[in-house]
């Protein structure tokens, strides 16, 4: 049963989001307008997640992913605002400027002449 409420998503709502997300962190590391260092952040981020050798191994079950996630987890929260930001910009670039409809603001200060 689905609920129809701000406060329920199902799951297939936040995979389709976190995948999302996850594009879009890919196409803001290959975007040339993006700081260097901050690409370098995220790029180190994932190969520490999928290189074998960490702080922690990952045959030790619980605690082996543990660092992995502590370590997506700080760079998300370090840069979750500029990626949403970013994809929020993206969004704005694929509207269609030109079904947009320009009116001039209406004054009902001024009385007719």
Same mark, same amino acid.
């Given at each position: 049963?689905? /609920?129809?409420?701000?406060? /329920?998503?199902?799951?297939?709502? !936040?995979?389709?989001?976190?995948? /999302?997300?996850?594009?879009?962190?890919?196409?803001?590391?290959?975007?040339?307008?993006?700081?260097?260092?901050?690409?370098?952040? @995220?790029?180190?981020?994932?190969? /520490?997640? !999928?290189?074998?050798?960490? !702080?922690?191994?990952?045959?030790?079950?619980?605690?082996?992913?543990?660092?992995?996630?502590?370590?997506?987890?700080? @760079?998300?929260?370090?840069?979750?605002?500029? !990626?949403?930001?970013?994809?929020?910009? *993206?969004?704005?670039? *694929?509207?269609?400027?030109?079904?947009?409809?320009?009116?001039?603001?209406?004054?009902?200060?001024?009385?007719?002449?």
């Amino acid at each position: 049963m689905r /609920y129809n409420s701000i406060f /329920y998503t199902g799951f297939g709502d !936040i995979m389709k989001n976190f995948f /999302y997300k996850l594009k879009m962190t890919f196409e803001y590391v290959k975007d040339k307008e993006v700081p260097f260092y901050r690409k370098l952040l @995220i790029i180190i981020a994932f190969t /520490y997640f !999928i290189f074998p050798v960490d !702080i922690v191994p990952d045959f030790i079950i619980g605690l082996g992913l543990l660092d992995d996630v502590a370590v997506l987890t700080f @760079i998300w929260a370090a840069l979750k605002s500029e !990626i949403n930001e970013y994809i929020a910009k *993206k969004e704005i670039q *694929k509207f269609d400027k030109s079904k947009v409809i320009e009116f001039e603001k209406f004054n009902s200060d001024k009385k007719p002449d």
